[in-house]
Structures are given as structure tokens and as C-alpha cells.
Antibody, heavy 118, light 110 residues
């Protein structure tokens, strides 16, 4: 069955960096676009970034542009989110999700908690 | 402020039918398919409805989606206690090359 497992979350000081990973299994990882979505404590869902199945295109929310980088290693069936210059407002649960069409996310990981605090 | 507007809360009693609305514009709901996600407390979101009104396998037919113009609705019939969750509408956004979500609706089963 399809599984997405995030890792790499933690506590980081403002201005610091963190890299999240999302390991996919149970499906042909290299044929699907992948997204990162986040959810701040007590808040709704916010789309962060998307990467095409082959890594040829990447797009970001305004809140992530210039600070976050989405990437993937299809040989390792793994999606990444490199987050730099982190701010308190980046504190959230970060989910990776598989895309079956541009807007439809049919499988989600369990989430990785990122806390930005001094 | 979310691009898609949902009521923050909704409620119903067991067995009742409830609807949750999602309002947008011609650039999102009016021209893109609508997706609905269910997020049970403490868990990741789950795909509930796609392509406006299609259910993935495993989603009970008590859940249905509809769309008219720039608004969409999620209907839940035969409400059950396990339906108590947050519900989010979503569409593709061509200007972002990404997706947008509604603010979410917390459904309480009384």
C-alpha cells in the first residue's frame, strides 16, 4: 500500500535551517508529482511547494520563495524540503503528499513537526 | 485570509444531513475542479472528494460533492459521530502553479 513517511522535524532557532525528508513506498515514486503542505498550530492547511515527477519544475508559495527548496531523489524514492532562514511563523506540522493530478493530493504522510523558537 | 471561503463551523445530530459550503471565484472554483479533504483530530488530511463529486474507493457514499458556478458544497448524509472532523475544500491555482485551500470547517456531531 502507498506509504509516505516524513522525518527530519525538530526544534530550531530563528534564522536556522532544517531539512525534511519524505520516503515513499508502495508505488512508483518517480511517476508522481509531490507536494509539501503545512499546518500551523490550530490553523488550516497551507500549500508550500510542488515538484514535478521528474524534478523538471518546482513551484513555491510566496511564504517559501527564496528560503525553501523542494527536491527529490527518485533513485531513493525520497522527497526533500530544505528550509533556511527559518522564522517563528514557519512553526507547523509539515506534510508531504502525492499528487494524482495537479490539484488532487491522494495520499499524505503523517507529518513532521517543525518548531522555530529561541 | 484564504482564497476559498468556508464557514468556520457546522454541526448536526446523528442521522442528520449537513452541508458545508466553499465559495470562490471564476479563477478558482469557477474554472477548476474542487477537492475536499477530511482531517480527523490529530491525524493527517485524507482525500474525500475529487473532480467536484468523485469519491475515492473506500469513502462511503454518505459523502457527496457538488458545484455550481463559483461555489461548491460537501454534503454528509446519515451523520455519524466519527464524521466529527475538520473539512477543507481545495482547488488548483494556476497563478501559483500550486493549490489553494479553504480555511476549513470544523464539524461537530451533537
Amino acid at each position: 500500500q502507498v506509504q509516505l513517511v516524513e522525518s527530519g522535524g525538530g526544534v530550531v532557532q530563528p534564522g536556522g535551517s532544517l531539512r525534511l525528508s519524505c520516503a515513499g513506498s508502495g508505488f512508483s515514486f518517480s511517476t508522481y508529482g509531490m507536494h509539501w503542505i503545512r499546518q500551523a498550530p490550530g490553523k488550516g492547511l497551507e500549500w508550500v511547494a510542488v515538484i514535478w515527477h521528474d524534478g523538471s519544475n518546482r513551484y513555491y508559495a510566496d511564504s517559501a520563495k527564496g528560503r525553501f527548496t523542494i527536491s527529490r531523489d527518485n533513485s531513493m524514492n525520497t522527497l526533500y524540503l530544505q528550509m533556511n532562514n527559518l522564522r517563528a511563523e514557519d512553526t507547523a506540522v509539515y506534510y508531504c503528499a502525492r499528487s494524482i493530478s495537479m490539484g488532487t493530493l491522494d495520499h499524505w504522510g503523517q507529518g513532521a513537526v517543525v518548531t522555530v523558537s529561541s | 485570509q484564504s482564497v476559498l471561503t468556508q464557514p468556520p463551523s457546522a454541526s448536526g445530530t446523528p442521522g442528520q444531513r449537513v452541508t458545508i459550503s466553499c465559495s470562490g471565484s471564476s479563477s478558482n472554483i469557477g474554472s477548476k475542479t474542487v477537492i475536499w479533504y477530511q482531517q480527523l483530530p490529530g491525524t493527517a488530511p485524507k482525500l474525500l472528494i475529487f473532480n467536484d463529486n468523485q469519491r475515492p474507493s473506500g469513502v462511503p457514499d454518505r459523502f457527496s460533492g457538488s458545484k455550481s458556478g463559483t461555489s461548491a458544497s460537501l454534503a454528509i448524509s446519515g451523520l455519524q459521530s466519527e464524521d466529527e472532523a475538520d473539512y477543507y475544500c481545495s482547488t488548483r491555482d494556476d497563478s501559483l502553479n500550486g493549490v489553494v485551500f479553504g480555511g476549513g470547517t470544523k464539524l461537530t456531531v451533537l
